[in-house]
């Protein structure tokens, strides 16, 4: 089974994919995260990728598409997976698309998850992210700070505030994101796999809620 992720940045595609990936036992693949794990390497590779990301703009296609197919070669998706952030583009789509069916596989659902600008701006800035890749458990200093400031209730380390989540970069990110997401929803749209969850700040429906009725679609396609 797989998975695909939309939805502009601080949406909850990470905790949500997290929290499917748990359920379904399908590993959870965050191109995000794959880059950032480039650019800890602090090789050439590392400074180019980190060169787009520092700016909120996206790694060129090839690129992106190149990682991601060689993450998607490994054991661990023999069953599927939950793709965060990747596809990004029509063209990522297509590829993907092409990519699986070379394998006799295909996408079940592309979960479109969407909230306000305004209210992103203020999930992101507010955001510490817990960088262990076993953990990756994510708050926000408002309305999920963790009991020590600053420390992963998980696992103990240290959180972080990722590169990329400053206002500025943000607003990059979210002008990036409009401009290209438009094609990419219709793209699934038209393969009729599209599901949208329209969320607000205000809204009381629960990670868990959306996780469920994910699974619902699912059992029913
Ligand atoms: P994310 O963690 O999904 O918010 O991604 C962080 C950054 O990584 C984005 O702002 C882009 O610069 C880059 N990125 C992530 N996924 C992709 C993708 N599929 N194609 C191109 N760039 C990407």
Same mark, same amino acid.
């Given at each position: 089974m797989y998975i695909v992720m939309l939805g502009? %940045?601080?949406?909850g595609k990470g905790t949500v994919g997290g929290l499917l990936s748990k359920e379904l036992n399908i590993p959870h693949i965050s191109s995000g995260e794959i880059f950032r794990n480039y650019i800890k390497k602090h090789n050439k590779l590392g400074k180019e990728i980190e060169s787009y990301i520092t700016e909120g703009k996206l790694v060129p296609d090839e690129l992106a598409i190149q990682l991601i197919e060689k993450r998607l070669?490994? %054991? *661990?998706?023999k069953n599927g997976a939950i793709l965060d952030g990747f596809p990004r583009t029509e063209n990522q789509a297509i590829v993907l698309n092409k990519f699986l069916e070379e394998k006799g596989k295909r996408i079940n659902i592309a979960v479109d998850l969407s909230l306000p600008d305004k209210e992103i701006i203020d999930r992101i800035v507010k955001r510490r992210t817990c960088p262990n890749t076993e953990c990756r458990e994510i708050y926000n200093i408002d309305f999920k700070p963790p009991k020590v400031d600053g420390i992963c209730d998980k696992c103990g380390t240290k959180l972080i505030q990722r590169i990329d989540d400053n206002e500025e970069t943000v607003k990059q990110r979210l002008e990036t994101y409009h401009t290209i997401s438009e094609g990419l929803i219709k793209y699934y749209k038209k393969q009729d796999i599209l599901y949208t969850v329209k969320l607000n700040?205000?809204? *009381?429906?629960t990670t868990l809620d959306i996780v469920e009725d994910i699974k619902e679609y699912l059992n029913k396609n």
């Open positions: 502009a %940045p601080g949406t070669e490994e %054991p *661990d998706t700040n205000k809204s *009381d429906l």
